[in-house]
């Protein structure tokens, strides 16, 4: 079956860098995510990754895919204490179908200290 | 253009009883899709809805059960609720006509059994 495999916790201060990791196992997957939830909120779709591509920059956001290794990374550069929260990373893989449902990991809880 | 709204947000039941919880789609959504999210589990799906057709399902027991309205709304039904039912359950839906498979959540019934 599909399994995404992600650290549980990072801490980091704020103006520094934050990178979290995400392993996944299916090669077949499509799109890859990622996913940010605060308190008591539902999920936010941050940024997305099509399988074919190795980069995507957006803002303070830099997604890398290294399909070869099945590892997926978010860079979130200049952390604030506003981007505490839990990260999910998520696959979709697709079979036939036009959407197919994501996999999700356990989520990587992001602590920023001032 | 208002996000996915889900009704009720918070709800208490007691082991046995049964509880219905409601999803309305962003519109021009077609696809809906119910996530139930644990500490123990993390995000796990339980069921995708198409114009009114269910096309995943998730491992969960027959007690689950959905259905989604010709104007996309969308309910999911548990039935003998038992208290590891409790849960925040997430309703996410889709533009069907985007391949990309990305979900936009709404902010989740937290549903506790006593």
């Known amino acids: 079956g599909e399994d995404v495999e992600q650290s549980l916790f990072l801490s980091v201060r704020e103006g520094d860098s934050s990178v979290i990791n995400c392993t996944y196992t299916?090669?077949?997957?499509?799109?890859l995510y990622w996913y940010k939830q605060e308190p008591g909120a539902g999920l936010q779709l941050l940024t997305y990754?099509?399988?074919?591509?190795d980069m995507k920059q957006d803002q303070r956001l830099t997604v890398l895919l290294n399909k070869k290794d099945k590892h997926l990374s978010l860079r979130i550069a200049d952390t604030q204490t506003g981007d505490s929260a839990i990260y999910f990373c998520?696959?979709?893989?697709?079979?036939?179908?036009?959407?197919?449902?994501?996999?999700f990991g356990r989520g990587t809880q992001l602590t920023v200290w001032p | 253009k208002a996000g996915v709204t889900q009704t009720p947000r918070y709800l208490i039941k007691t082991r046995g009883q049964q509880v219905t919880l409601s999803c309305s789609p962003i519109?021009?959504?077609?696809?809906v899709s119910w996530y139930q999210q644990t500490p123990g589990q993390g995000l796990q799906f339980l069921f995708e809805?198409?114009?009114?057709?269910?096309?995943n399902k998730g491992n969960f027991p027959g007690r689950f059960s959905g259905r989604q309205f010709s104007n996309s709304r969308s309910e999911m039904n548990v039935s003998t609720l038992e208290l590891g039912d409790s849960a925040l359950y997430l309703c996410?839906?889709?533009?069907?006509?985007?391949?990309?498979?990305?979900?936009?959540f709404g902010e989740g019934s937290r549903l506790t059994v006593l």
């Open positions: 996410a839906s889709s533009p069907a006509a985007l391949n990309t498979g990305e979900l936009f």
């Open positions: 519109s021009g959504h077609r696809s």
């Open positions: 299916d090669s077949s997957s499509t799109y």
């Open positions: 998520a696959e979709s893989v697709n079979r036939g179908s036009t959407l197919g449902r994501l996999y």
């Open positions: 990754i099509f399988s074919n591509m």
């Open positions: 809805y198409f114009s009114e057709t269910q096309r």
